[in-house]
Every structure is written in structure tokens, then in C-alpha cells.
């Protein structure tokens, strides 16, 4: 059975940093490009950043560039997201996701709060 299971999420100030971080399980995680989007209430849900499956090669959202960070660790089976300078408007539900089999798998997806 396949599980993406995010944490990391929570309430920070502006101008503060979260990392989080995704794992899979049931998967050859090694296989897959790996992504993170986000959804703000009431919308769709947007492209923040990609990784392929080896790790070699990254893609970010303009609003994104510098100061998120995408990586993954293999023998962990876990993608992260670096995030540094967050603002009011990176508040949103965080999820990470593989596309396989003509669909998009995704996880739950953490909350991240920013606010004074």
C-alpha cells in the first residue's frame, strides 16, 4: 500500500523557517519525480517545487525561487522542503505527491501557518 505521510507544518513567524518533510512507504521511491504543491482556501492547488528521481535536477515556482529548498534522501525514502523567509502569504496546506499510473498520489498535507 502506498503512503505519503508529511510533517513539519505548524505556525511560524514571519521571516522564520519550517522544513518539511514527506515519507514514503510502499513505493520505489527512487523511481519517481517527486513534488510539493500547496493549496490556499478556497483554490486550487499550485505547483511549489519538483525533484526527479535522482535528485540531480530541481524546479521551483517564481514566487518560491531562493528561499525554498527541495531535497531527497533515498535511503531514507524521504523529500523535503526547505523553507527560509516564510511570509504571511506562504500560509497554506502543504502536499507532497508522485505521479504514477496516470494519477497523482498524494498526502494528507500539513498546515503551515504564518502569523505574528
Known amino acids: 500500500q502506498v503512503q505519503l505521510v508529511e510533517s513539519g507544518g505548524g505556525l511560524v513567524q514571519p521571516g522564520g523557517s519550517l522544513r518539511l518533510s514527506c515519507a514514503a512507504s510502499?513505493?520505489?521511491?527512487?523511481?519517481?519525480?517527486m513534488s510539493w504543491f500547496r493549496q490556499y482556501p478556497r483554490k486550487a492547488r499550485e505547483f511549489v517545487a519538483s525533484?526527479?528521481?535522482?535528485?540531480?535536477?530541481?524546479n521551483y515556482a517564481d514566487s518560491v525561487k531562493g528561499r525554498f529548498t527541495i531535497s531527497r534522501d533515498k535511503d531514507k525514502n524521504t523529500m523535503y522542503l526547505q523553507m527560509k523567509n516564510l511570509e504571511h502569504e506562504n500560509t497554506a496546506v502543504y502536499f507532497c505527491t508522485y505521479y504514477a499510473s496516470g494519477r497523482n498520489y498524494w498526502g494528507p498535507g500539513p498546515q503551515v501557518n504564518v502569523s505574528s
Open positions: 525533484i526527479s528521481n535522482s535528485g540531480l535536477t530541481t
Open positions: 510502499g513505493l520505489t521511491f527512487s523511481t519517481y519525480y
